[in-house]
């Protein structure tokens, strides 16, 4: 069979492959053609190189990702790979490779920083670990660490009691989350099973999942796939079983504070660098390197990787001449292994106790896994690796002066669902899968099962989750509603912040684009964050967190507020100024001006060049108007207090239908193709804006090849199937019809 690509109406590449080997190089060369910008950007992030394409803008990162070793264990787990694994990996960077020489090397990107800088940046040739180190970095800052130093600040500037007012319980995470669901057959109108969901994540640009189908002589798969990663990993359908996951919130790593302390160890000023165990002072591993920076100097930076993991931190000095730092133990590093033995079988998964033996090789994040097959089994399931930690120990930061790292737990056995299972990153109702400390609020999961159970008498079928997808309801109003004065406590307000109350007691809870009245809400939220801010007993929040820069997202004292409130405001502490708190936040708000929600609460695309004084950001032009919230579960989160914009939701939605391939949906929020000048740079937005993700085409047998036969070369000029996507140049003659 040879090599072919068939486009369908909205330019994603549905791919054919003799073996499996030569499926994984088309998948390759194809994805340097749409994304060749994206994937460069990524094995970048992997190598700690960024710097030196786009400048100062990636030192951050850079740093953070040479202390983490991403790239250095990307190469260890590449070396760990089964033979056809590794055969595999190497067919999918052969692909990259001659992809990126024809097409994906010439992205605007890459001309308009040379053109700012005055200077050319040369591409590399892929390293053959590179896929590994793309999955590493999608996931290196998705796990509970993050938030375990944010509890670290907050224990080490108000004290341990407050960890659990603004790092602990079912809403510590701004934003959080991802959507799920199963429906056995019984409750679908096919009689065959339905799974659908929407994975939140930052809006990057272009997106982080790409559309693909994939098919060779063992199988035909649709899926979203990680660019620069072969196969299809979160989300599939191989015709005969199809799965999705969702975050499990988990504590998959452990956090350890190090006391570190350096020892002259030769004449020529080289150091030794030792790290305080249970055992005692013992050296510690140290790569010096040197990062450069495009328009810059260059930077020197110290990897430093204690018995317990690699030190992610800054060092902070303590008075005894040592040093504090934070290091982590990656499941991944520890192991030297990304999971990838799972991606093979996953494509070859013809029943849903495949995919979950299959998800048994995962690691990192811990998953929740829905998983379902045409022959009606449905199943749950947790997989990947967590450290056997209890409870208590997944609160703070361990004492590295005390604390050994232990093995990871067993996962339990996958069960059937025989209804209908929702997943939304709240607080497990099973015991032993609460793996987690702090958990996203069970807002979205309620209101999920809430929707569901108003299915039609017939079934559902995916023609009816738009509603779902789209839902606007804002989580945990009755909450805010409580704090509003009423009775005489009225008089103590303003006419205006009066008329304020009236209008949130009358509102239907929605936060719809074009709502006045959210909009109102929203205001008061954000007066109410900025008086809890500024509270005195909260003054040390604000104290410089000494981890790094690559951390102040997550430091951030106003986002943080905002996801503990209202709750917050039940601390002791506060207890007695909670009506003086409200008062004032109502008198602010009701003179904010009279708009929609969705005039101010609208996309923010993130695209690298946002960062990068000078150049052009290609999501200029795409702020639409948002209806959602964080609190919704049609999640628009966005970080109340600082911003309106929407940084973060649904990055992709999906749903499978068991029953017949061809009725299932895909739908992210931009397009196919991550070139700016493209129809289908960001042509499935409109769908998307309206929760309403295309049908799965059925495409015609006559998939065309994927290269010139008669161009061994590669020369991507006879046709536009063999560019980034059909849609730069239109030619009829060429042009798949998706429906035929």
């Not at 130093?149 to 603004?166: C, I, K, Q, S």
């Not at 060779?216 to 798969?221: L, M, R, S």
């Not at 936060?511 to 909260?538: G, H, I, K, N, W």
């Not at 940084?647 to 895909?666: I, K, M, P, T, Y």
Request: aromatic fraction near 6%; proline fraction near 8%.
């Amino acid at each position: 069979m040879a090599t072919g690509l068939a486009r369908d109406q909205h330019g994603i590449p549905h791919l054919r492959g003799g073996d499996v080997f030569e499926l994984a190089a088309a998948q390759g060369e194809v994805t340097a053609h749409d994304r060749g910008w994206q994937i460069e950007v990524d094995r970048r992030r992997a190598e700690g190189t960024l710097a030196a394409l786009i400048g100062a803008a990636g030192l951050d990162w850079d740093v953070f990702a040479r202390r983490a070793r991403l790239d250095d264990t990307a190469r260890r787990t590449f070396a760990t790979l089964g033979d056809e694994d590794r055969a595999f990996v190497r067919a999918y960077v052969d692909g990259v490779r001659r992809g990126i020489r024809e097409v994906g090397g010439r992205a605007a990107e890459f001309a308009e920083l040379d053109a700012l800088f005055g200077d050319r940046a040369p591409l590399d040739d892929w390293p053959e670990h590179a896929p590994l180190g793309i999955l590493h970095v999608a996931h290196a800052l998705f796990s509970s660490f993050p938030s375990l130093l944010w509890a670290e600040h907050v224990a080490r500037t108000l004290g341990d009691p407050w960890v659990e007012v603004l790092a602990g319980g079912d809403d510590a995470e701004p934003a959080s989350g991802s959507n799920a669901w199963a429906l056995h057959g019984s409750q679908t109108g096919s009689g065959f099973p339905i799974l659908a969901g929407d994975p939140h994540r930052i809006f990057e640009l272009p997106g982080v999942y790409q559309q693909v189908g994939l098919a060779c002589d063992e199988f035909d798969v649709i899926g979203l796939a990680f660019p620069g990663v072969p196969g299809v990993a979160h989300f599939g359908h191989t015709g005969h079983a199809a799965w999705g996951i969702t975050n499990a919130i988990a504590h998959s790593v452990d956090v350890f504070h190090e006391r570190l302390r350096r020892v002259p160890v030769a004449s020529d000023g080289e150091e030794l660098i030792e790290a305080l165990g249970p055992d005692g002072w013992r050296a510690a591993a140290v790569d010096r390197s040197t990062i450069a920076v495009r328009g810059g100097e260059p930077v020197e930076v110290e990897a430093i990787e204690t018995d317990r993991g690699t030190v992610i931190t800054d060092l902070v000095a303590r008075p005894d001449g040592d040093f504090d730092a934070w290091s982590v133990r990656m499941p991944a590093r520890a192991g030297s292994d990304l999971g990838f033995a799972a991606l093979l079988p996953l494509l070859r998964a013809r029943s849903a106790a495949d995919v979950v033996a299959a998800f048994g090789r995962w690691v990192d994040p811990v998953n929740r896994l829905l998983t379902a097959d045409r022959a009606g089994a449905v199943l749950s399931a947790t997989v990947g690796r967590a450290p056997d930690r209890p409870r208590a120990e997944r609160r703070l930061p361990l004492d590295a002066t005390r604390t050994h790292p232990v093995a990871d737990r067993r996962m339990p056995p996958a069960i059937a669902v025989d209804a209908v299972a929702v997943d939304a990153n709240e607080r497990p109702s099973r015991d032993d899968v609460d793996l987690g400390w702090a958990y996203a609020h069970p807002h979205r999961a309620r209101r999920i099962r809430t929707l569901l159970d108003a299915a039609p008498p017939a079934g559902l079928t995916t023609d009816d989750l738009a509603p779902i997808w789209g839902d606007a309801l804002l989580g945990g109003l009755e909450g805010w509603l409580a704090l509003l004065p009423t009775g005489a406590a009225l008089d103590d307000l303003t006419p205006e912040a009066r008329r304020t109350c009236a209008q949130l007691r009358a509102w239907n809870g929605v936060m719809d684009a074009d709502s006045p009245a959210a909009a109102r809400f929203a205001a008061f939220r954000e007066e109410l964050v900025a008086e809890v801010a500024a509270l005195p007993e909260l003054a040390r929040l604000h104290d410089p967190h000494g981890f790094g820069a690559i951390y102040d997202p997550w430091m951030g004292v106003r986002g943080r507020i905002a996801a503990a409130l209202p709750r917050l405001l039940d601390a002791p502490a506060l207890r007695s100024q909670r009506d003086r708190l409200v008062r004032a936040a109502l008198n602010a708000a009701a003179v904010r001006p009279d708009e929609p929600w969705g005039e101010e609460h609208r996309m923010l695309p993130l695209h690298v060049f946002v960062d990068v004084p000078g150049a052009t950001d290609p999501g200029r032009d795409l702020d639409v108007g948002l209806s959602g919230d964080g609190e919704s579960v049609r999640c628009t989160g966005s970080t109340p207090g600082v911003t309106r914009r929407s940084w973060r939701g649904s990055v992709a939605r999906w749903a499978w239908d068991l029953g017949e391939r061809d009725r299932s949906r895909w739908g992210v929020p931009f397009g196919a193709s991550g070139d700016p000048a493209s129809a289908h740079f960001a042509d499935q937005l409109a769908d998307w804006v309206a929760a309403t993700p295309p049908l799965v085409p059925r495409l015609a047998p006559d998939i065309r090849p994927l290269r010139d036969p008669n161009d061994p070369a590669g020369d991507q000029a006879a046709s536009p199937l063999w560019g980034r996507d059909a849609a730069r140049s239109p030619a009829p003659e060429t042009e798949q019809d998706a429906d035929s």
